[in-house]
RNA sequence: CGGGGCGUAGCGCAGUUGGCAGCGCGCAGCGUUCGGGACGCUGAGGUCGGAGGUUCAAAUCCUCUCGCCCCGACCA
């Protein structure tokens, strides 16, 4: 391709929209243009790098013995209200109404359809297990797009759905994807790691995600070291320090005139937050919900709402607070009537707490669970952060923030029930499908890459993925004989099956050089007056600093070697 | 949805007592340059996000509205 005509200008100057590194640098290399919130254009280098992206995909996923399909983009309501995920994906699916006034979605994901599809055309255990994919566009109505391609309101997905017939069957189509997965992040030359995750609004229980580990990243996540175990916040268990531990005391009133906040309390009773216990509201799908949880440990609202199976959980406020008769500052679950009570586990990891006394200005001193108020439900609905134990081995946890690139889910049964996808077994017994269901986000994979592969004047793209492989790039255009040189070279180049980007434009060699380094194109071979003179061709990589000088007559084999061996 | 910021040329921005809409980059033409974003001359490019209002006069003041970005909520 002559850089001359290629359609999308490199831009000198950084858009004001963007302030993420990658979204900064596709709008620089003029690789991408925004029609709207989170909705983007994909100009030919972007283009050309997304189809190299989904080519590895595809060869992965057909190495594992996935069968690529297609489904519709356009999907009726009415599958939606059948499996019930309508109202859990709630304003992030987008609705249409077509001219007979039937209302129709835009598909976000296609677990819906393609159990559908599969219901209608499995029968037997005969048939199974199978894999199916695609690669299409998604669309999800997200409240806020952001960092360009990182998060958008339609992207292309590749997705993947298993069928087996039990949960080992799941267990080995599962596997397969862990491992096509981890081939494919690595052949795109993006590093990532394995995290354990929440489900979400896919339901479901066994989950992975595949992380890019990145500042800009939107998910944090917990790890150790020591073990390795990883996981997303909003999914990490840990083991908090303990509390106090001495035989349990009668329970005190202590005045606390106006100290609300735990900090505030602490530091007028000259205690530690470890030692206390405070109360936070929560509305869940209408139900008002107290959470009594120990004071230095925040509620995990993943697992909060996992616990207590609700659609919609948010804080309450303070009116609904109030209409419940609490005291706000004050609170605790001791003696509360007709109110659903959850406790986390770390109200029972101590003894003797200070708790609210559920009147002003005062609390209450050797609160013990279960001696002195009861809960509906405890379970673990603390938030793990760095420098909390690993359950595993007990080592210190760290934190570091990632982009989610894929994301693999056991599914279960519950869906295909759900939409009627059974099968008959050997023993002629109807039986539903075990479903899982494996994603990347194609865009984001690329953004993810750009985001770790790029310095200070541009992207350096690994040589799986990039547009081009090769940046040719003259010097003095207007010199016969580099003209005549780099016009020679183009063509044998190509000729040879690689991918060239001819920078045939009469520009200085700033200006051609730092475009160069902006579009990170991998190997930059370089055409000049000077070297010519020494009837050389210089040569040099994205990645390194210095460039290499090789006769003319050997050049052409010298960069075939280059790229071979990378 | 809460908080903050911003809409003026393709991009980055300036433009307050309300009085001819500007600068830099980029773009087009000509010429001189050429190993890390060269220079000179000439030129094109604008419903100042939109609607309404105040005024002799609005990018500028008022009202409404639309859009975009960031933080949070949310989110496969």
Redesign the pocket.
């Known amino acids: 391709m002559r850089l001359s005509q290629l359609f999308g200008?490199?831009?000198?100057?950084?858009?004001?929209?963007?302030?993420?590194i990658s979204?900064q640098l596709m709008l620089?290399a003029g690789m991408i243009r925004?029609l709207?919130?989170?909705?983007y254009s994909y100009l030919p280098m972007a283009l050309r790098s997304l189809r190299k992206i989904e080519d590895i995909i595809r060869d992965e996923m057909n190495k594992a013995g996935g069968q690529e399909i297609c489904m519709p983009v356009l999907q009726p309501i009415e599958l939606w209200e059948k499996s019930g995920r309508g109202v859990?994906?709630?304003?992030?699916l987008f609705r249409l109404f077509d001219r007979k006034e039937r209302e129709l979605a835009l598909g976000?994901?296609?677990?819906e359809v393609v159990t559908d599809l599969i219901g209608r055309s499995v029968q037997s255990y005969r048939d199974l297990p199978l894999l199916l994919y695609q690669i299409q566009t998604?669309f999800?109505d997200?409240?806020?797009?952001?960092?360009?391609l990182v998060?958008v309101r339609e992207f292309v997905?590749k997705?993947l759905y298993s069928f087996d017939t039990d949960a080992s069957g799941l267990d080995i189509s599962y596997q397969k994807m862990v491992t096509a997965y981890k081939n494919i992040f690595s052949r795109c030359g993006l590093p990532v790691i394995v995290i354990e995750a929440?489900?979400?609004?896919?339901g479901g229980k066994d989950s992975n995600?595949f992380m890019a580990v990145s500042e800009?990243g939107?998910?944090e996540i917990i790890y150790c070291e020591s073990c390795s175990k990883a996981a997303n916040a909003?999914k990490a268990k840990s083991v908090k320090a303990k509390a106090g531990c001495s035989a349990p005391l009668p329970m005190e009133e202590v005045s606390t005139p106006g100290y609300k906040t735990i900090e505030e309390v602490c530091g007028y009773l000259k205690i530690n937050p470890v030692n206390t216990l405070k109360a936070v509201f929560y509305m869940a799908d209408d139900e008002f919900v107290f959470v009594s949880i120990r004071g230095d440990v925040d509620v995990n609202?993943?697992k909060l709402?996992n616990l207590l199976h609700c659609v919609?959980?948010?804080l309450a406020t303070e009116a609904e607070v109030a209409a419940k008769g609490i005291v706000a500052g004050f609170a605790s679950p001791i003696g509360l009537k007709g109110i659903k009570i959850v406790a986390d586990e770390s109200v029972a990891s101590g003894t003797n707490f200070v708790a609210g006394g559920n009147k002003n200005d005062a609390h209450i001193k050797n609160v013990n669970y279960p001696r002195d108020f009861k809960a509906d439900l405890i379970a673990d609905i603390a938030l793990a952060v760095a420098g909390d134990a690993c359950i595993k081995c007990g080592a210190k946890l760290l934190a570091t923030r990632g982009v989610?690139v894929g994301?693999v889910?056991k599914l279960g049964t519950f869906l295909s029930e759900k939409m009627g996808a059974y099968y008959i077994d050997a023993n002629g017994e109807s039986k539903p499908i075990v479903m899982g269901?494996y994603?990347i986000?194609i865009g984001r994979l690329m953004a993810a890459t750009i985001e770790i592969n790029h310095d200070d004047?541009?992207i350096i793209w690994p040589l799986s993925i990039t547009p081009y492989q090769v940046y040719l790039c003259p010097?003095?255009?207007?010199?016969e004989r580099v003209a005549e040189k780099a016009e020679s070279l183009y063509k044998e180049l190509k000729n040879l099956g690689m991918e060239v980007l001819y920078d045939d434009r009469?520009?200085?060699?700033?200006?051609?050089?730092?475009?160069?380094?902006?579009l990170g194109i991998p190997l930059?071979i370089?055409?000049?007056?000077?070297?010519?003179e020494k009837g050389c061709i210089?040569v040099?990589w994205r990645s390194e600093k210095k460039?290499e000088l090789f006769p003319v007559e050997e050049a052409v084999k010298k960069i075939q070697e280059m790229l071979a061996g990378n």
């Open positions: 200008k490199t831009q000198r100057e950084i858009p004001a929209e963007a302030d993420t979204h620089r925004q709207t919130a989170g909705v859990s994906f709630g304003k992030n976000p994901t296609h677990e998604k999800r997200e409240p806020r797009p952001r960092g360009g998060r997905m997705d929440d489900s979400g609004a896919i995600e800009m939107e998910d909003e609202e993943v709402k919609d959980l948010r989610e994301h889910f269901c994603g986000g004047k541009g010097l003095l255009v207007e010199d009469n520009e200085s060699t700033g200006v051609k050089f730092n475009d160069a380094d902006l930059r370089t055409v000049s007056p000077r070297s010519l210089e040099k460039a």
